[in-house]
């Protein structure tokens, strides 16, 4: 049996010490496989984002273990923690984080330099999110829901077979938000890719193949 593409076990996160000490995760076990869409649902301050950073190898846990594709995190030095987040995953914001001066092209190539890949791909990465005819053109020129597809071509530089979302719909109308979750469940589902999507958006737990709810830090159910 292959391992998940995403392993916690025992996983608890504290910011602060003594009295002004948070806990934002207490004790979570969580797992994704790959090809699923996960929704991570909770309320402000449950510890969904928290989650997503230290999967993401952006954040180290006060304690419990974490595994990308089997690989233990712990005990990896920094470059190989960053080495590890360029080649295995993409990012992708509720804010797109696009740069206004460059083209949608351009934009995708950016991440393509980082992961010292063919700057040539940024066209067909753009041509598999439905913007073949806006290469050219600049943020400013691109709807919402256009722009975050360029986000999530973006995030498919280097083809990562791991892709984490925070709140990737929360900008978008209905359509748009729809549309989103359903390419995303496509990169999933077609490419088995394993999808976690931090939200708050119930249309994003409707079309995933899996909701997990998280509050004050724990997993519940």
């Not at 797992?31 to 984002?49: C, D, E, F, N, R």
């Not at 984080?97 to 010292?116: H, I, R, W």
């Not at 940024?122 to 986000?151: H, I, M, T, Y």
């Not at 892709?163 to 496509?186: C, K, M, Q």
Request: proline share 4%; with cysteine.
């Amino acid at each position: 049996m292959s391992s998940p593409a995403l392993e916690t076990r025992g996983l608890s996160m504290v910011y602060g010490t003594g009295d002004t000490a948070v806990r934002a995760l207490d004790g979570v076990d969580f797992q994704v496989a790959a090809g699923q869409v996960m929704a991570l649902m909770g309320p402000s301050g449950s510890g969904k984002t928290t989650l997503l950073m230290i999967l993401g190898c952006l954040l180290h846990p006060t304690a419990g273990s974490v595994r990308v594709e089997g690989q233990a995190l712990a005990g990896l030095s920094t470059q190989a923690l960053t080495r590890l987040r360029l080649r295995r995953m993409g990012f992708i914001f509720q804010s797109y984080n696009l740069f206004p001066a460059l083209t949608a092209a351009e934009n995708v190539q950016v991440a393509l330099e980082l992961k010292g890949r063919d700057l040539g791909e940024a066209s067909a990465l753009l041509d598999l999110v439905g913007l073949a005819g806006r290469r050219r053109n600049f943020p400013a020129q691109l709807s919402g829901g256009e722009k975050q597809r360029v986000a999530i071509a973006r995030a498919l530089a280097g083809d990562p077979p791991i892709l984490l979302a925070d709140e990737p719909t929360a900008a978008l109308d209905s359509v748009n938000g729809r549309a989103v979750v359903r390419l995303l469940g496509d990169l999933a589902h077609a490419q088995g890719r394993a999808v976690v999507i931090v939200t708050h958006d119930p249309r994003i737990g409707e079309l995933a193949d899996r909701v997990v709810h998280i509050e004050d830090g724990r997993i519940q159910g």
